[in-house]
């Protein structure tokens, strides 16, 4: 057994309001300088929509992650020969186009510009090029109005067919917030994909870091996450990542977009695990399993023989009891309310998610499953389709989302009975 620590975050969708803090506080600390303008190291997607970069998920365009070869885990993006081979052309990066090219408003042109027959307007201006976009076509957040409709769950819609389903599917549209950072994985397929050494997963808590001296800019790690979370900066050169804002987690801070989250919906904890349990469960056949088999690499931190030899590792006590204490300990793998984002990509992901409940689509109650066994309206029947939840948490897997939705379905009918209608009527009822 080789015992690690790992920080990791859960993030609590029902919570999340939309709001883009988190991913304005991140860019004012992080990516502010000439190179990162187009970088969001958090960000918040409008769900189900295409995403940043957009389509991310289309793993028919894009690779990333792992896959199983002969029972073996293997880098999707490339080994070393197809490395050589794109020296000068990676096929499997996100282009800037995906991204959107990065502008400010010039508003000289609203304050100066000569008198004429129209209001002036402050012009997107390149902050690339440095010229005027006449019309700017694509931004990190351009879907945010547009949702979806609960037949389609597209996970890579392009915008029109989108907005068709919208149309069509009036009644049945949804939309959830989907917060993102880095993943700092168990099992990082970015630290695997850099031919440089540079990209590296840091013993003490799992920080996965770039090494700004070591890296050469080869970008396989831009391709080689899944998640689309390294980016590459134009000006140095260099990759650039999430750092889990390690300055500040060091001195016991927490993470800007934690500390700054309007919502609260961001939890930060450590848990410990078996290192040497990774790399077998990551290789388990049916991606179905592999959220269970990412449960079973992690330890019980109030387990005295795991302590002891915790501290052999090189724990301390204060990681310890911090291990005890931990939110993401009590909601990901006590309780399990708390899900992996994209398990089928097989790196072992640390930020979790607690799916959000959503109102009852009362209005297309169906008597025959109504009557069904076991059905039940409140989770059964909710406007976010399972199956789509089920697409980004449970690699398709609807009864482990059933199974978190019951609970928390059950948590609030039972604190609405406490603090509204008293316990004791609740219980009557
Ligand atoms: Fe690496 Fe982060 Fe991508 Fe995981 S999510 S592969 S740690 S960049
Ligand atoms: Fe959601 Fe919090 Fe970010 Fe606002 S600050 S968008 S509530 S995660």
Known sequence: ?????????????????????????????????????????????????????????????????????????????????????????????????????????????????????NIPVARPKSMITGKYIDKPEWGSNWDDDLAGGSEIVPLDPNVQELQEHISMEYEKTFMMYLPRICEHCLNPSCVASCPSGALYKRDEDGIVLVDQDACRGWRFCTSGCPYHKVYYNWNTHKAEKCNFCYPRTEAGLPTICSETCVGRIRYIGVVLYD??????????????????????????????????????????????????????????IKWKI??????????????????????????????????????????????????????????GDTEVIRNVLLKLTAMRVYMRGKTVGGIDEFRQS
Request: net charge negative; glycine share 6%; with cysteine.
């Open 1 to 117: 057994m080789r015992i690690k620590a790992q920080v990791a975050m859960v993030m609590h969708l029902d919570k999340c309001i939309g709001c883009h803090t988190c991913s304005v506080t991140c860019k004012n600390t992080w990516t502010n300088r000439p190179g990162t303008e187009y970088m969001w190291f958090n960000n918040v997607e409008t769900r189900p929509g295409p995403g940043y970069p957009k389509q991310w998920e289309d793993t028919n365009r894009f690779k990333g992650g792992w896959e199983l070869k002969n029972g073996k885990l293997k880098l999707k993006a490339g080994g070393p020969i197809t490395k050589l081979a794109n020296i000068f052309y990676n096929p499997d990066m996100a282009s800037m186009d995906d991204y959107y090219e990065p502008w400010t408003y010039d508003y000289d042109n609203l304050i100066h510009s000569p008198k004429s027959e």
């Open 338 to 395: 708390a899900l992996p984002l994209h398990p089928e990509y097989r790196t072992m992901p640390m930020v979790w998610y607690v799916p959000p409940l959503s109102p009852i689509m009362n209005h297309i109650t169906n008597e025959e499953e109504l009557s069904t066994d076991g059905y039940i309206p409140a989770v059964d029947q909710m406007r976010i389709p399972m199956e789509y939840l089920a697409s980004l948490l449970s690699a």
């Open 275 to 332: 290192a040497d349990k990774v790399k077998d469960a990551a290789s388990v056949e049916d991606p179905q399993d592999l959220y269970e088999a990412q449960l079973g690499c992690f330890l019980d931190p109030f387990d005295p023989e795991i302590q002891k030899k915790a501290r052999e590792a090189g724990i301390n006590d204060a990681w310890i009891e911090s291990a005890q204490e931990s939110p993401v300990y009590k909601m990901a």
